[in-house]
């Protein structure tokens, strides 16, 4: 099945076949929301007028290219004439379509009942004028005359005058056309290009997020080039996710206003836009993830778990990356809901694993840096920690507002807000960035947070804790000093108690 690219503004309709509806065979054709166009005067009707198609294509409009329905040769010989119908009409007037005879159940197709109230021609599809938008919906049709095997949709241009969610649908109510096929295409077109309306607004987003990530880069890379003596590993990570994510913007834009242009996305740059964007994904949960393990901080590796830190980024990659690409290059109509959760679903999980993981790591790691009396990384970790936790609770509080807005919108009315919903996403790690950034940028006190194999407490901060005999904390340390107070002052560190797997493995 092939139903134009992900979200195109070109539908391209191949080997697609009718769903049986009630007593109607139908064919979703294409959703999208359009704007009308700014000067009304553009928007006029185009039925065989050039001058008025010409003026159309200029703003707003859906094309018909070449749409052609071929039926089997047998069925042209039994039935003789027959009619396939195409029926657009905006979200606002979907009471419109179809009807009932007696307040039964709701037909597509009018019925020998209906026929006889007059209410419709029978065969055709049933609709009503709209009262709010004069001449809508809109029905064409394409005729196999006698035994014809193709019929042919002529050129159209619909222009848009009001700003909704337009539906297609074809719909055929001859049972003995079943095998009916159809190729062609439709073409459907925003004052301001090709962009779905829904996505319009990205293109001007991922523009601006480009510009936030060129001064995020700036900043740092500053920060970088003039410390860079006092570099840490941590820092030069920090350095590979603000790259990837100007790339990814960047390439985003590019994407968005390629696919403006023509109607089409671009797949090359859709992969790489996505690519580098699990990349940079992937890559920061990781660096938070080890982070929070202390790693370079109060340990010099993280010994037996790297394999399960690498197992978790590669899986989370791989699962984000099929996800992505499936959304973003697969056809409209390929990814039933039931498969989109299934391809949701690892995502979500390895995603909550990160978190879990994450701070069940940041509470070891604070209580360790509090029991060594490590005060500046303890401030450092504190922060870090609270920028998590914020992040968390928006995180939840944003997953529910999109269940409710997605449940409560099943025609997509809403659709010129829908844009705000993958926005927030790319707002708020790009926010969490910039706090890590601040966090951890480089300076000429960056090796104060390096790991110190002889780390002992502060000098300022034990010398209140020295006694004349040895001293057994709750957390293990030992403690001891000389009776003899005017003799130098130890203090010795033994090691934790219950060192768990990772400590026992460095």
Known sequence: MLLGGGEASVHEYRGLGFLNKG??????????????????????????????????????????????????????????????????????????????????????????????????????????????????????????????????????????????????????????????????????????????????????????MSFAFVVLGIYWFYQYMKFWREVLPLQNCITLVITLGMLEMSLWYFEYAEFNETGVRPKGITFWAVTFGTVKRTVARVIILIVSMGYGVVRPSLGGLTSKVVMLGGTFFLATEILELVENLGAVNDLSGKARLFLV????????????????????????????????????????TIALAVTVLVSIGWIGYEIYFKSTDVFNERWQYAWIIPAFWHVLSFSLLCVISYLWAPSQNSMRFTYDASENFDREDSLSLIRPGPIASKNGWSLSSSPDTKATKNVTVTSFDGDDEENKRE
Request: charged share 20%; with cysteine.
């Open 23 to 208: 007593n109607a065979f139908i064919l979703h054709a294409g959703s999208e929301g359009l704007y009308a166009p700014s000067s009304p005067a553009n928007a006029t009707t185009a039925e065989d007028d050039e001058d008025a198609a010409a003026a159309a294509v200029a703003d707003a409009f859906i094309r018909f290219d070449k749409i052609t329905f071929r039926r089997p040769k047998d069925a042209a010989k039994e039935t003789g004439s027959a009619m396939v119908q195409i029926l657009v009409f905006e979200i606002e007037d979907r009471e419109m379509i179809g009807g009932s005879a007696y307040g039964g159940q709701k037909a597509i197709c009018c019925t020998s009942d209906l026929a006889k109230l007059g209410a419709c021609t029978e065969g055709s599809v049933i609709y009503r004028p709209s009262q709010v938008n004069p001449g809508w919906p809109q029905l064409l049709f394409a005729s196999f005359d006698g035994s014809d095997t193709i019929a042919t949709l002529p050129s159209r241009i619909i222009p848009i005058t009001k700003t909704g969610m337009y539906n297609m649908y074809f719909i055929h109510c001859d049972p003995s056309l079943a095998g009916l096929e159809i190729e062609g295409q439709t073409v459907w077109k925003n004052p301001t290009g090709y962009l779905p309306g829904r996505m319009a607004p990205l293109k001007n987003f991922f523009g601006i």
């Open 345 to 384: 679903y690892p995502v979500a999980i390895l995603d909550a694993a990160f978190v879990v993981w994450i701070f069940i790591s940041l509470a070891k790691t604070l209580d360790k840096l509090q029991a060594r009396r490590s005060m500046a990384k303890l401030d450092i970790y504190r922060k870090f």
